[in-house]
């Protein structure tokens, strides 16, 4: 069974995110909020520690400094002030939901949890996140203009004329699949700690906004940043993980070795501290540390960390007494769907809050406490752009839209959900290997930089001219040609380099075969950046796909013979380091990378040695057993002489197909032959058909041409 249902705003999600921006939409708008599990159920729920707060003017810069140290310098400055700034109202307002925060003698009492400087954290006992996402849901279920349907997934978003139009979800109590149209769409999904086997996270928030938004091109940002809680409660029990708090570190919990000894300060940011123990587990060889909250006092524990205290008495351990055991565990994601300031994303009348969401705030590291203000900030700023789009009069969606969807039974459900688990793992693992990706070295990177400098000597003045300030844009990188794409991940680090708020969404893979027509990625930061690096950014690609798709083309014709397609040397200046990874990208292999990775004895070697015997000779002198000897000959006399003295490989330079038949008889179980000189995509099967191992050819870095891509269909969010 289907059914289509209008509304004015759909919003998936019911945690602080979702519950809050519905609160914050005009009364007179209908307003539906989707969550796939029961309302409560929502990671926000879970938080412990507590919510931060700007306290004083001077503990702004303090309070800058520390998020921004946690985040290792990788968050976006804008978005981290309008968060502090924004907070004393968000704390007023949440006290007027009814939300209780701990005062003593009338004052807000302050706690501190690892990486910050000061106490700034307000907090509920230690259920600081059910105090707060549970009075907002009572809030919300008391507004008549909310719905709040439960164990509904969202399975597609509604696209219509590259605007979002609503969302089609699965509602599990009725069994029905139904098309939500709406004028604006609110994605506040939660996270990803379903797809992980130890998470602090409740197993049904399985990334299911990536997958969907990928589909449909719609940009993300750094899907590799996600957080490693320091300290979960050890288990060997199956499921979620339950969290220790930041906040027993801040008030003075130590972690401890096997021997109840510290070995660290508990005081760093999250990811400093999930390292040190792990390599205190390594070096213990054990699967947990001890965390000791003894000396927190037995008073202080029972009335600031109850629910710790129960679920610490649960798993058999009396943490006023004892100290427990804690491992990192999965919990939190920093990435997500790229938005700006008003949590809008590359598509629109679509808007994504919360941890669904990455505005940069967190950097690559999330400070303790920040993931209720940020959720609840940049849900508020959403919900304020979405009311005035609608005072402004161009709320209202003019269009009438009639989805198409199909009805869907439990099983076919249940296979959608499986392939968006799926989808969602490769896009992050994508994501991850992106970061650690082997063309970026150090020498990559400088190479990159002077690039950049080549292009960019003092100013992009024609940019500049037309846009005096900064503005949100994207654009989309369209293949216009069939090939083999190679350099995404130059592509994304050139844009990295020139700005580091420039995010690059990579819809497919080094080594794909695209077809012309594909969108390779997705690129959204300020337009500015992107129009200056466009061309480098291009530069790279186009030349490195060249040299993959037309490598592929040559190894294709190679299918079934035991010949490997080599590349040499002749490379473009400044440009090896990435010629030579479009060869492996493209199947072939690499040959020497430099002087310095090989002996290969040449004409002019020989020359200078007196023979071929006296070169080999020399070259095993001076690095015996060192690097493997390979000898160029033109002709089977050089080759006897080759052989004779020991060498390992034999290239046969423009020698006649008779005479290299014979030469790969000669050194068979000698030797391993590499047939060089005028190989071409025309002669290299009857190449290969002679039985040599090796064909290199230079043709594949000096003669391929480029692959025609472009950065297209820019425009402002």
């Not at 083309?553 to 040499?568: A, P």
């Amino acid at each position: 069974m289907k059914e289509k249902i209008d509304v004015d705003i759909v919003i998936v999600g019911s945690g602080a995110a979702g519950l809050f921006a519905a609160l914050h939409m005009p009364e007179d708008k209908r307003v539906l909020v989707i969550t796939k599990d029961k309302a409560e159920n929502s990671d926000s729920f879970l938080a412990q520690g507590g919510i931060c707060m700007l306290k004083s003017e001077e503990d702004y810069a303090p309070y800058f400094e520390d998020t921004m140290k946690a985040g290792h310098y990788k968050n976006n400055r804008k978005n981290v002030e309008i968060m502090i700034r924004s907070s004393a109202q968000v704390i007023d307002e949440l006290e007027q939901y009814g939300v209780e925060f701990k005062y003593e003698n009338g004052k807000r009492v302050f706690t501190r949890e690892g990486g910050h400087s000061d106490r700034r954290i307000l907090f509920h006992l230690d259920i600081t996140g059910k105090e707060i996402t549970g009075k907002l849901l009572l809030a919300a279920q008391k507004k008549k203009n909310i719905t709040i349907k439960e164990f509904c997934t969202m399975s597609d978003l509604i696209i219509e004329g590259g605007e979002c139009r609503g969302v089609v979800y699965y509602d599990a109590d009725a069994s029905k699949t139904v098309a939500a149209v709406s004028d604006f769409t609110i994605l506040a999904c939660g996270g990803i700690g379903g797809l992980y086997k130890n998470s602090t996270n409740f197993s049904h928030l399985t990334g299911d906004s990536i997958a969907i938004c990928s589909r449909h091109n719609i940009a993300f940002d750094h899907l590799e940043y996600i957080q490693i809680h320091p300290t979960t409660l050890y288990s060997k029990k199956k499921g979620r993980r339950f969290l220790i708090s930041e906040s027993v570190r801040g008030e003075g919990a130590r972690l401890l070795d096997k021997d109840f000894k510290p070995f660290t300060d508990e005081l760093k940011p999250r990811d400093i501290v999930t390292a040190a123990i792990k390599k205190q587990m390594k070096n213990d060889g054990t699967d947990f540390v001890w965390l000791d909250m003894t000396g927190i006092g037995e008073k202080t524990i029972k009335e600031h960390f109850p629910n710790i205290y129960e679920q610490c008495l649960e798993e058999g351990y009396d943490c006023t007494k004892t100290p427990i055991p804690v491992v990192p565990g999965q919990h939190y994601f920093m990435g997500g769907i790229a938005v700006n300031s008003n949590s809008k994303t590359s598509c629109d009348r679509l808007y994504a809050a919360g941890e669904a969401s990455c505005n940069g705030v967190h950097g690559a590291n999330r400070l303790a406490s920040n993931s209720l203000l940020e959720s609840l900030v940049f849900a508020q700023r959403a919900a304020s752009e979405i009311a005035g789009l609608y005072d402004s009069g161009v709320g209202k969606a003019k269009n009438e839209v009639n989805p198409k969807f199909e009805d869907m039974s439990p099983k076919d459900f249940d296979r959608l959900q499986a392939e968006n688990i799926k989808f969602a793992k490769k896009e992050i693992e994508r994501a991850i290997q992106m970061k650690d990706d082997v063309t970026m070295t150090v020498n990559a990177v400088d190479l990159i930089k002077q690039a950049l400098k080549e292009d960019i000597t003092s100013e992009d003045i024609t940019t500049n001219a037309v846009m005096k300030e900064k503005r949100q844009g994207t654009a989309q990188l369209i293949c216009k040609q069939d090939g083999i794409v190679a350099g995404l991940y130059v592509f994304k680090k050139t844009f990295e380099l020139l700005d580091p708020e420039v995010s690059v969404q990579l819809k497919v893979d080094d080594g794909a075969e695209v077809k012309s027509g594909d969108i390779l990625a997705i690129v959204t930061g300020d337009i500015r950046a992107i129009l200056s690096g466009e061309r480098t950014a291009l530069n790279y690609l186009q030349r490195m796909s060249g040299i993959a798709t037309y490598t592929n083309s040559v190894v294709k014709l190679l299918k079934g013979s035991k010949t490997k397609l080599l590349d040499t040397r002749k490379t473009t200046p400044n440009m090896r380091v990435f010629e030579k990874y479009a060869v492996k990208v493209g199947g072939g292999c690499n040959h020497r990378y430099n002087l310095s990775d090989g002996i290969l004895i040449k004409d002019n070697h020989i020359g200078a040695a007196g023979s071929v015997k006296q070169a080999v000779k020399m070259a095993k002198e001076y690095a015996p057993f060192v690097r493997k000897i390979e000898v160029e000959v033109e002709n089977l006399d050089m080759l006897r002489e080759a052989l004779e003295a020991g060498a390992d490989i034999i290239m046969l330079d423009n020698m006649s197909v008779e005479d290299m038949k014979t030469a790969v008889e000669m050194a068979k179980g000698k030797a391993e032959t590499e047939c060089s000189g005028n190989v071409t995509k025309e002669n290299v099967a009857s190449l290969a058909d002679i039985g040599v191992d090796y064909i290199s050819s230079g043709a594949l870095t000096h003669s391929a041409p480029i692959l025609d891509v472009s950065l297209k269909n820019l425009k402002e969010i």
